[in-house]
């Protein structure tokens, strides 16, 4: 490490900024070196694939960054797999300007809710960009989870504020035409399999189903020991 330090600096002393520039460029990146079969006089694709970890954000927003003048057209896809998630909206950004990269950079643009394509074939492209997409539940999903979110809610608070009829077996009643349906829907909701993804785009819903279920059943449990010791009374 001494000895690769004292080049660096000896290049640095020498004023070889092209050599020290080549050498950063190769510390940001990595080279794969593919070994193959062409066929010769036809047109063939060489494909690589790569796991990265991802960071998503709080509002659903991912980001992932790729080379994009190393070849002499571009095109990037993106695809999610799973029936519960769909892509909201997506942006391509210049990694070191943070401006976006639109036309003419961009020849071709094709968004659904479930894959995005771009493409560029422009000469002048920025050297790396960021693509970064927004994804959440669709629209069936949401409105399930919102529903069930609700009557959580609505039952937790009627079963604070709803008087009480008069007599212990009718508050029961009451308690538990309130509690028991709301607890089956709740577990049916957060037992059901879905993706880890999905799960965390789903977590403060899944968090505030949560919370209202508990407010229901400790409501339930003071009201019912309450009633049961005006009774003893």
Same mark, same amino acid.
């Given at each position: ?14 004023? @070889?900024? *092209? ?5 950063? /460029?190769?510390?940001? %990146?990595?080279? !794969?070196? #593919? ?87 422009? @000469?002048? *492209? ?5 693509? /970064?997409?927004?994804? %959440?539940?669709? !629209?069936? #999903? ?87 010791? @005006?009774?003893?009374?």
């Amino acid at each position: 490490m001494r000895g690769w330090a004292d080049g660096v600096g000896a290049a640095e002393r020498a004023g @070889a900024e *092209r050599f020290l520039a080549t050498l950063a /460029e190769y510390g940001r %990146r990595s080279e !794969v070196v #593919v070994e193959l079969e062409a066929p010769l006089d036809e047109a063939f694709t060489v494909k690589l694939s790569e796991l990265r970890p991802f960071n998503l954000g709080r509002s659903g927003w991912i980001s992932e960054r790729f080379r994009f003048d190393d070849a002499r057209s571009v095109h990037l896809r993106a695809r999610i797999e799973s029936h519960w998630i769909e892509i909201d909206r997506y942006r391509v950004r210049d990694a070191v300007t943070g401006g976006d990269v639109t036309f003419p950079v961009l020849v071709d643009e094709l968004a659904t809710e479930k894959s995005i394509v771009v493409n560029s074939t422009r @000469a002048r *492209r920025p050297r790396f960009v960021d693509l /970064e997409l927004r994804l %959440r539940i669709n !629209v069936d #999903v949401r409105w399930t989870l919102w529903f069930v979110m609700g009557l959580a809610w609505a039952a937790a608070g009627a079963a604070i504020l709803l008087p009480d009829p008069g007599g212990t077996g009718d508050l029961i009643d009451m308690l538990g035409l309130l509690a028991v349906p709301t607890t089956f829907a709740v577990s049916l909701l957060l037992t059901r399999e879905e993706s880890s993804l999905a799960a965390r785009l789903q977590r403060y819903v899944r968090l505030s189903v949560l919370l209202a279920t508990t407010v229901l059943w400790v409501a339930v449990v003071v009201r019912l020991v309450g009633s049961l010791l @005006a009774a003893d009374g």
